[in-house]
């Protein structure tokens, strides 16, 4: 089968022929209809390679949706044809957090060396992908596999966010997002549709402060020197009792911290690796600062609900799996609006 494979570090990532896989006891054999393509990617792309984390050759995508193509032995509950979607943070099942559904926090991953598809283990960028267990998947019944398949990584990571800071979200308040591109423009929705807070974006980007626009963003302010500021007098001098950083780079972090409200949030969800200082002085009281990781497997069925009653429509541009280095290509120049959609067999 064809397979998108990063291979060489600082090399731009390549199509491939690779053995087809084969489910074994438990496993989950998925012909893969949909992919999505990710600035983490980009990220693990431009890792160095002392401390490289992952070996090479490693087929790329941990945004998947597919059709079940085959059981392995002992498996139940699916039959081939199944559409589903792939769960992507997995972890060892049998922990506390795994117990909760949180196997993005599972406490052995490390130390069992688990990993997500694309992340570490072989991903969705290929015309069929092996899932290690049936709990990773998640029946799309009723939604276009395009439109869904962002949802898994760029949906799930927003929402397990925003989730946390609802309570605060309160008629009268201010929600930031900061970054309105492919995770962004997500949040703005998820932020309109679960909250009556006033939202407001910030980018870089006039084009993607258009996208937020079209989205629901009540106001857009481009991400600079000037934006604190801008967003204080449109609080009225308060802040925001919410701020979503999608970046996280130091200029996106300072603006984060010069935003936020007293008792309010600050979410890092960018990894682009910028730390925020806490303590006496150095935030207004009593702000909480997280750096949340993707979100639980309950809450994967949250987000495909809220798609299913039309509160979510990720803008996508498809490529086919031959095109897929071009889609990183534009994706790293800034040129894609919302998220890039590879289709293995389109």
Not at 108 to 115: N, Q
Not at 149 to 177: C, E, F, M, N, W
Request: charged share 15%; net charge negative.
């Amino acid at each position: 089968m064809k397979a998108l494979q990063y291979r060489t570090i600082g090399a731009a990532p390549e199509v491939v022929t690779v053995p087809d896989p084969e489910p074994g006891p438990g496993q989950v054999l998925l012909k893969v209809t949909a992919a999505g393509v990710c600035h983490s990617d980009i990220a693990v792309m431009s890792w160095p390679a002392e401390g490289f984390p992952y070996p090479l050759p490693l087929t790329l995508g941990h945004e998947g949706v597919g059709t079940v193509a085959a059981l392995g032995a002992g498996v139940t509950g699916l039959k081939e044809g199944d559409p589903v979607a792939v769960y992507g943070p997995w972890g060892c099942g049998a922990c506390a957090k795994c117990a909760e559904g949180k196997e993005n926090y599972c406490l052995r991953a490390d130390e069992l060396g688990i990993r997500p598809p694309g992340l570490g283990r072989p991903g969705a960028m290929a015309e069929y992908l092996l899932v290690d267990s049936p709990r990773h998947l998640v029946p799309v019944d009723g939604l276009d596999p395009v439109a869904t398949v962002p949802l898994t990584d760029a949906g799930l990571t927003p929402y397990h966010a925003i989730k946390r800071s609802l309570p605060k979200l309160v008629p009268g308040t201010t929600a930031v997002v900061i970054g309105a591109g492919g995770l962004g423009h997500v949040a703005i929705q998820l932020l309109r549709a679960l909250s009556p807070a006033r939202v407001i974006a910030l980018d870089v980007s006039a084009d993607k402060l258009r996208l937020a626009r079209r989205v629901g963003a009540h106001e857009t302010v481009p991400s600079d020197a000037g934006a604190a500021a801008a967003i204080r007098e449109l609080t009225g001098g308060l802040g925001a009792e919410a701020v979503f950083d999608f970046v996280g780079v130091a200029p996106t972090v300072a603006t984060a911290a010069a935003a936020v409200a007293v008792e309010g949030d600050v979410s890092l969800v960018g990894i682009g690796g910028a730390a925020l200082p806490v303590g006496f002085g150095h935030l207004p009281f009593e702000v909480s600062v997280t750096a949340p990781y993707w979100g639980s497997r309950s809450e994967l069925t949250e987000v495909l609900d809220l798609a299913r009653s039309g509160a979510l429509a990720v803008h996508t541009e498809t490529f086919s799996l031959d095109e897929a280095p071009l889609a990183y290509e534009r994706l790293h120049s800034g040129e894609i609006e919302g998220r890039a959609v590879i289709l293995p067999h389109g």
